[in-house]
């Protein structure tokens, strides 16, 4: 049942988590992590945004290679991620905190597991049936 659920749906939550202040502040986005002096003399930062963008990109992979899987029950998974979307839409238009563009990114990389999904999915279902 638990796989089912759409991962990202972990992106959302994590993101409402930081609305709510469990990270500490009420934005805390822009929150440094670390910092690495490179060969360049540059300096690059990870913020708080940044490493909940690469989560949300790397369970968009995981959900990607659960796409493939041509099962019966992947259209109640589509659907879930679809949903999962309309939520990501809804929270951006209705909610000022929401109106932010690391939020449009996580919103995005819903839409791409929705339509990677369904994609994945017809191409797989067109393999199955034999015309011949």
Not at 51 to 70: D, G, M, N, P, Y
Not at 110 to 123: E, H, N, Y
Request: hydrophobic content about 65%.
């Amino acid at each position: 049942m638990l796989r089912r659920i759409p991962l990202t749906i972990v992106s959302f939550l994590l993101y409402n988590a930081g609305l709510a202040g469990l990270f500490g502040a009420a934005e805390p986005w822009g929150t440094q992590l670390f910092d690495v002096a490179m060969i360049s003399g540059g300096v690059w930062a990870m913020t708080l945004a940044d490493l909940l963008v690469v989560v949300a990109l790397a369970l968009l992979f995981v959900e990607i290679v659960k796409s493939t899987a041509s099962t019966t029950a992947s259209i109640v998974d589509h659907m879930l991620s679809l949903v999962v979307f309309v939520l990501f839409l809804v929270e951006f238009l209705l909610v000022r905190g929401a109106a932010t563009s690391l939020f449009l990114v996580l919103m995005v990389i819903a839409l791409v597991d929705v339509m990677a999904g369904f994609t994945v999915s017809m191409r797989t279902a067109s393999r199955d049936i034999n015309l011949g």
